[in-house]
C-alpha cells in the first residue's frame, strides 16, 4: 500500500504548519503547499510562508512556486499538486498536504468539475437578482433546478449560491450533476484529512499577535517591492491579508496604528470564514481544538495519528 497522504487544514494562524512539520519529521514525510497566497514568491513574511530554518527540516513544495504576476487557479494548482504526490510516495515517502485554502482540498478529495465560466452579463444579472429576491427566495429558486446545490451551500453564503445559478443559466445544467460526474484524484482509503481549529478566541488572539510581528518583520518592505511592480489589482497576490492596510498606510491615507489594526481585524473576519468553510464542508474530518503547540500536537496523535 502507497504511503498514506495526510491533508491538514484550517484557518490562518491555527498551528497547521507546526503539525505538519512535525508529523513530516515523525514519519519522514514531505509537505506541499495548499495555501493559495503561499504559492507566490513575493510575500514571503505576508503570507506567513514556513521559515527558511523550518524548511530546512524537511522537503518543501509548492511554497513560493510562483510569480505575483501569475494568477493561479485551483485547477492549475490541482495539475501541480498531483505529480508531486505520485514522485512524493513513489520514494515511498508521505505527502503533507497543509494550508488554509478549502477548494484545493475539495479538488483532491471530490475533484474539479469541468464547469463553465459565466459570461460578465451573467454574472451581473444574477447578482442584481440575489439583491433583488433575497436569499430565501433565491435559494428556492435554485433549489427547483439544483435541489442538492441549494440544501448543501451554508447560510449566507451568496458567493456560492450565486454561483450555482450562474452555472445554471451559463450550462443549462445543474452545477451539481456536472459535478457528480467528475472522479475524485484521491481515493477515500487514500487519505486522511484533519481540521485544526482552536477556540475562536484563542485563534483571534493569535492572528492579531502575528500580524503585528509580520510588521516588524519585514512585511511593509515586502509589500513595497510588490507595490512597485504595478501588478494588476486583481491578481490573487495583490489581495494577500494586509496588503491593502500597509498600500494604504504607505501612501498617508492612515497611520501605521490604524493599518495594523485595520489588517488584524481583516484578518480575524478571514479567518472566521475559513474556519466555517472547513465546519461546513469537512464536517466528518477530525478537530484538533488545542491552543497551544505540544497540545495541538498531543491531540493529533490521540486521533490516531502517525
Same mark, same amino acid.
Given at each position: 500500500?502507497?504511503?498514506?497522504?495526510?491533508?491538514?487544514?484550517?484557518?490562518?494562524?491555527?498551528?497547521?504548519?507546526?503539525?505538519?512539520?512535525?508529523?513530516?519529521?515523525?514519519?519522514?514525510?514531505?509537505?506541499?503547499?495548499?495555501?493559495?497566497?503561499?504559492?507566490?514568491?513575493?510575500?514571503?513574511?505576508?503570507?506567513?510562508?514556513?521559515?527558511?530554518?523550518?524548511?530546512?527540516?524537511?522537503?518543501?513544495?509548492?511554497?513560493?512556486?510562483?510569480?505575483?504576476?501569475?494568477?493561479?487557479?485551483?485547477?492549475?494548482?490541482?495539475?501541480?499538486?498531483?505529480?508531486?504526490?505520485?514522485?512524493?510516495?513513489?520514494?515511498?515517502?508521505?505527502?503533507?498536504?497543509?494550508?488554509?485554502?478549502?477548494?484545493?482540498?475539495?479538488?483532491?478529495?471530490?475533484?474539479?468539475?469541468?464547469?463553465?465560466?459565466?459570461?460578465?452579463?451573467?454574472?451581473?444579472?444574477?447578482?442584481?437578482?440575489?439583491?433583488?429576491?433575497?436569499?430565501?427566495?433565491?435559494?428556492?429558486?435554485?433549489?427547483?433546478?439544483?435541489?442538492?446545490?441549494?440544501?448543501?451551500?451554508?447560510?449566507?453564503?451568496?458567493?456560492?449560491?450565486?454561483?450555482?445559478?450562474?452555472?445554471?443559466?451559463?450550462?443549462?445544467?445543474?452545477?451539481?450533476?456536472?459535478?457528480?460526474?467528475?472522479?475524485?484524484?484521491?481515493?477515500?482509503?487514500?487519505?486522511?484529512?484533519?481540521? /485544526? +481549529?482552536?477556540?475562536?478566541?484563542? @485563534?483571534?488572539? *493569535?492572528? !492579531?499577535?502575528? &500580524?503585528?510581528? $509580520?510588521?516588524?518583520? =519585514?512585511? /511593509? +518592505?515586502?509589500?513595497?517591492?510588490? @507595490?512597485?511592480? *504595478?501588478? !494588476?489589482?486583481? &491578481?490573487?497576490? $495583490?489581495?494577500?491579508? =494586509?496588503?491593502? +492596510?500597509?498600500?494604504?498606510?504607505?501612501?498617508?491615507?492612515?497611520?501605521?496604528?490604524?493599518?495594523?489594526?485595520?489588517?488584524?481585524?481583516?484578518?480575524?473576519?478571514?479567518?472566521?470564514?475559513?474556519?466555517?468553510?472547513?465546519?461546513?464542508?469537512?464536517?466528518?474530518?477530525?478537530?484538533?481544538?488545542?491552543?497551544?503547540?505540544?497540545?495541538?500536537?498531543?491531540?493529533?496523535?490521540?486521533?490516531?495519528?502517525?
Amino acid at each position: 500500500m502507497e504511503p498514506r497522504i495526510w491533508l491538514i487544514g484550517g484557518p490562518t494562524a491555527s498551528g497547521k504548519t507546526a503539525i505538519a512539520l512535525r508529523l513530516a519529521q515523525e514519519i519522514g514525510g514531505e509537505i506541499v503547499n495548499a495555501d493559495s497566497i503561499q504559492l507566490y514568491g513575493d510575500l514571503t513574511i505576508l503570507s506567513a510562508r514556513p521559515t527558511p530554518h523550518e524548511m530546512a527540516q524537511a522537503p518543501h513544495h509548492l511554497f513560493g512556486a510562483a510569480d505575483g504576476a501569475e494568477a493561479w487557479s485551483v485547477g492549475r494548482w490541482l495539475r501541480a499538486a498531483l505529480p508531486l504526490i505520485t514522485e512524493i510516495q513513489a520514494r515511498g515517502r508521505s505527502p503533507i498536504l497543509v494550508g488554509g485554502t478549502g477548494l484545493y482540498f475539495r479538488s483532491l478529495t471530490d475533484g474539479l468539475a469541468d464547469i463553465p465560466a459565466a459570461a460578465p452579463a451573467v454574472r451581473i444579472r444574477v447578482e442584481a437578482e440575489f439583491e433583488a429576491l433575497g436569499e430565501t427566495t433565491f435559494r428556492a429558486r435554485l433549489a427547483e433546478v439544483d435541489p442538492a446545490a441549494a440544501a448543501r451551500i451554508a447560510p449566507a453564503d451568496r458567493q456560492r449560491l450565486v454561483r450555482a445559478w450562474q452555472v445554471y443559466l451559463s450550462a443549462g445544467r445543474a452545477l451539481s450533476d456536472l459535478q457528480a460526474e467528475t472522479a475524485a484524484p484521491l481515493g477515500p482509503e487514500a487519505w486522511r484529512g484533519v481540521v /485544526v +481549529e482552536p477556540p475562536r478566541e484563542a @485563534l483571534y488572539a *493569535r492572528c !492579531d499577535v502575528r &500580524l503585528a510581528a $509580520m510588521f516588524e518583520a =519585514g512585511a /511593509v +518592505e515586502e509589500v513595497s517591492a510588490l @507595490l512597485a511592480r *504595478r501588478l !494588476d489589482p486583481a &491578481l490573487p497576490v $495583490m489581495k494577500a491579508l =494586509g496588503l491593502r +492596510e500597509i498600500a494604504a498606510w504607505q501612501a498617508g491615507e492612515m497611520t501605521r496604528h490604524e493599518a495594523l489594526a485595520a489588517a488584524q481585524q481583516e484578518t480575524r473576519r478571514y479567518a472566521k470564514r475559513q474556519a466555517t468553510w472547513f465546519r461546513n464542508q469537512t464536517p466528518d474530518w477530525p478537530r484538533v481544538t488545542a491552543t497551544e503547540p505540544e497540545a495541538q500536537w498531543g491531540q493529533f496523535l490521540a486521533l490516531g495519528a502517525p
